[in-house]
């Protein structure tokens, strides 16, 4: 029984580049996230979805880019990569009563 | 909209003392409370949560929080930790069972 799976664990990236981290769950759930958690500052809304098609923006959004085209996949894409955008990167699947969450991608920005 | 706030970034204990996370939150609407755990380099996991009934959640391994409305507030407490507990503990508010909002967090270290 997978959960969440995050691609990949660690990455490394000049600035100006862009990458995809994937986020697939098995859970069959609605409703998907992704946040950045930084030193202090806790975790932080990048962007959800409720459903496949259906995206929206969170606490944090600006840089980043989602889309929902099945239930089990969320992708997250950097456009081009900034080093502000160093942090540890956790997609979540189910809302608040049953959120999972997968084990991150730790994102460095040279 | 909500927020959590999380005034003890680190707690620091002996094993086998008693311990309290402090949280709050501020809401307009009702709200559902939950608490996270975060051990080292692995993600979340829920550890317990309020959503209506009993004002008072415990967990399997001996936390329990209690929801207080007039001063809004979800502590998290346990009487007696373990080396084991060392983690960082988050405190999360939703509304409509989905946008999770989260506190700073907070790192407890046990020590022997």
């Known amino acids: 029984n997978a959960g969440v799976t995050q691609t990949p664990k660690f990455q490394v990236l000049k600035t100006g580049q862009s990458m995809t981290l994937q986020c697939a769950q098995d859970m069959n759930h609605e409703y998907m996230s992704w946040y950045r958690q930084d030193p202090g500052m806790g975790l932080r809304l990048i962007h959800y979805s409720v459903g496949a098609g259906i995206t929206d923006q969170g606490e944090v959004p600006n840089g980043y880019n989602v889309s929902r085209s099945t239930t089990e996949d969320f992708p997250l894409r950097l456009l081009s990569a900034a080093p502000s955008q160093t942090s540890v990167y956790f997609c979540?699947?189910?809302?608040?009563?049953?959120?999972?969450f997968g084990q991150g991608t730790r994102l460095t920005v040279v | 909209a909500q927020s959590v706030t999380q005034l003890d970034s680190q707690v620091p204990v002996f094993e086998e003392a008693p311990v309290e996370l402090r949280c709050n939150y501020s809401s307009s609407v009702s709200v559902y409370l939950f608490w996270y755990v975060q051990y080292p380099n692995q993600g979340l996991q829920l550890l317990l949560k309020y959503l209506s009934g009993s004002t008072l959640v415990k967990s399997i391994n001996g936390f329990e929080a209690e929801f207080n409305k007039s001063q809004t507030s979800f502590h998290l407490r346990k009487p007696s930790v373990h080396i084991s507990d060392t983690a960082e503990y988050f405190c999360?508010?939703?509304?409509?069972?989905?946008?999770?909002?989260f506190g700073t967090g907070t790192r407890l270290l046990v020590s022997p």
């Open positions: 999360a508010v939703a509304t409509g069972f989905q946008k999770l909002v």
């Open positions: 979540a699947s189910g809302g608040g009563t049953e959120a999972f």
